[in-house]
């Protein structure tokens, strides 16, 4: 039985880590001490979570980080003023607010309120628009990372047929606007698809980006497809708790070229792509260091 090999996201998000590093010092070395502001929301455990570790890893790569929790009846008035403070913050370079947001909260408003040379993910309209324009722009780090871990596996990715499962602002759209910059022919597929399975296994690229644990067994892959398990879900198994993927990753073991696994795959490599976008961030607010600096070019 063959093996699908394991597409090793923590060495790749390492890698990522070290190169953002060199920049970072870059920065400094001419003044500049890139800082990240952090807005949580609320008390979701998930997401108290995931800010600690962007936070910690922040801390790693030498990027200053402003963390601000605000309490669950935060007003939507009060956050914008927040941010509006964000925005004109010289130390502060990049700016996240944690997703999702309580329900009296008009997420779209609050995304579209961060100053777009500041939006380190990549949500406000002027950045997802230039995605779909194919200029470069700062672009969302969950998709931007897949795309590393893509090319490092694959290379070249042109002519290839990848499906995108799911359709979601942070992950699929994107992700397929990235795929398709990279010459892919690709087919994004959702809850309202019609023969998803059948169209998976046309896929040399699958992408499984929908939050349902271990949807995508070896029925849905062609023999030597690549998988991207995007997927990050939580199981009670044997009477204990587990992360799983959106992949039934034993299933499709022997039938997948290559796969990430979860934990350890895509993960990591949302942290290491929300640090370089926070020193992207830093640079295009400072067009004279990015200038001086050609290599310093927004990844594609
Ligand atoms: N919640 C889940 N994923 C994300 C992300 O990539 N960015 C933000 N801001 N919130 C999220």
Redesign the pocket.
Known sequence: MSCATLIDGKACAAAVIREVSVEVKALKDVGIDPGLAVVLVGSDPA?QV?VRNKVLRAEETGIHSFEHKLAADTSQTALLTLIERLNADPQVHGI?????LPGHIDENCILQAVDPLKDV?GFHSENVGGLSQGRNVLT???PAGCMRLLKETCGDLSGQHAVVIGRSN?VGKPMAALLLQANCSVTVVHSRSHNIRELCRQADIVIAAVGRPQMVDASWLKPGAVVIDVGINRIEQDGKSRLVGDVDFDSVQATASAITPVPGGVGPM?IAYLMKNTVTAAQLQYPAVRHAKPSMEIPA
């Not at 996240?96 to 999702?100: S, Y």
């Open positions: 997401s995931y996240l607010v944690q997703l999702p993910d969302p780090c969950t942070i949302t």
